[in-house]
């Protein structure tokens, strides 16, 4: 395979696993693992349509039986968690070794809660993290800002709507965002962020424990408007490298 300049493997990390507590809407229809898996294998085949080399980090439902027994030993955050998002990391970083870190990408897709209560909620909103301070990072963020924001217009109408209701809080906004540092993205020491290789960014893609935003996210022109905001996002990316 061709190492130039323009050959770009991209990474595509699922939202936890079926085991995982929590994570799911308040009424259950909507589960995080499962939302990020089916969203990610339209995105890859979509990319791989257009001609990209595509993996996904972790693809089972289910845990590595070792991460079971931490979970046992140290309970579910310290253990199993801390080990799944290591895991991930190490096959980001496999594939960067592989390619080339300069080659690579990774996205991280996941759906935001508010509460993790069992109850529906009142914020919602689209949001792409990266690590704190200037990396490469931010510019892929930035790639993915855009194709949110052409993507989602029927959500700004949802939110408008859905505040009138009461179905969100008053200072919610279709685009959660943080400007001081010159760019839009959010910014956190997430584990799959700090410990890979290549350009990472992990996406927020409204929230299971909204109702409205639920309704959205499971219809088809929902699934539709998120896996299409991942594509154009990494591909605009790819297009500035
Ligand atoms: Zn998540």
Redesign the pocket.
Known sequence: MKKNSLFVVIILGT??LMT?PG?LSPDGRLR?YKY?REIISDVKAKLEAYGYTVFIDYEPLEPKPEWTAARKRLGYTKGEQAMELDYRAEQVNAICRKYGKEHCLYV?I????AGDDGKWHGAGGWAAFTTPGKTKADALAECLYDAAFSNLKRYVDIIDEGKLRGDYTEKQVPFRMDNKDGDRDLEANLAVLRKTACPAV?T?NLFQDNRRDVDFLLSDEGRHAIERLHVEGIIKYIETL
């Open positions: 939202a936890h995982t994570k995080e990020s991280s996941h759906v935001n809660g992990l927020e």
